[in-house]
């Protein structure tokens, strides 16, 4: 047994960002076997103080800030009298923040899109950062719609601080409906993007790119429905991971083009914490090393007989957080046990 100032030292060499360190320096976390796994996550992770409808989280860290964002789709969950799915529409980009590894988030306010026509609609935005820019592909409604048959274009903005977001172009993808961007590098250094194509069944479709400016359409990358693709590096393979509307589908591959499905679906089944008692939706996931956690959103309130109503109580949504593990060559999560959290700046943003 280490003496306590060899435990406190051995705890803050393992944690890198400059807010986790203020979290160790201030005491609040309180003994080294917590600290190597970081601090237990809230739950519910995040609700939105203004419309109480935070949905399809992403997140990016902040370099010059030194703390984690949180992007996600402001929904008006609590506006009275609404029609259809209007509450839907005319949302803003929300920004929640951390600086605690991840383990707990408060409202920053709303990202300021440098593209607005009226009562535009901003959904589900991809943000990552390379080479000192931040790059968002940010899904664009033009109005407000009391149904889903609007037109739908993925916008390219940047920023310097994630905060401010200038307009770059509108891209030229397979339709004109097209929703829910992630982007990843690949190994040749260019960048692919997957999103859902509405007019084919929903169908996942992916574009290439060699500077994350100009994108070449590559058509269909899984046939199955689905929507807010979400793909990302981990354990040796590269995983997709796609809302299907009754938990996430996830496939696996080696070369980001021919896909595997696992048989069983993510957070299909309901948990039981805070929040949690139905199934997650759109989901973000961040890996650090060895470890990654998976982000999604819930409908707390569409469960048991009050499931088909359509109130404030079925319309609000909280985000969610869970690790991830590996088993047998595939994904699972255990979203009723408690989550130690610690998120860690990313390798490409470290100036040190």
Known sequence: MCNARLAVIWILAAVSTAGCLNDFQAGRVEKAGAGDQGRIADKPLFRDPVYDGAADPVL????????????????RANMPDAAGVSWVHGTAIGIAESSDCGASWKYRGTAKIGYAKGNDTYWAPDV??????????LTYVPGIFTDWNASRDILHLTSTNLL???????????SDRVIDACVMRLGDGTWRMWYNNEKDRKSIYYADSADLYVWRDRGKAV????????????????????DVWSGLSVYRSTDALQWELQQDRLL?????????????????????????????????????DNANKDGYEQ?????????????????ACDRDKPTYILLQEPENTRTD
């Open 60 to 75: 990016c860290w902040n370099r010059k800030e030194g703390k984690w964002f949180m992007f996600y789709t402001n929904r």
């Open 128 to 137: 990552i950062e390379h080479d000192g820019t931040y790059h968002m592909y």
């Open 164 to 174: 401010e977001w200038k307009y770059r172009s509108t891209l030229e993808l397979s």
């Open 223 to 242: 046939g199955a429905r689905g929507e807010g693709p979400k793909v990302f590096r981990w354990k040796g393979y590269i995983w997709m991971v796609v």
């Open 268 to 304: 299909e089944k309901a948990g039981s914490g805070a929040d949690d008692q139905v199934k997650g939706g759109h989901p973000d996931v961040v890996v650090g090393g060895e470890r990654a956690y998976l982000f999604y959103f819930t409908h707390p309130g569409r469960r048991g």
């Open 315 to 331: 319309r609000r949504s909280s985000i969610q957080v869970t690790e991830l593990e590996l088993k047998d060559g595939w994904l």
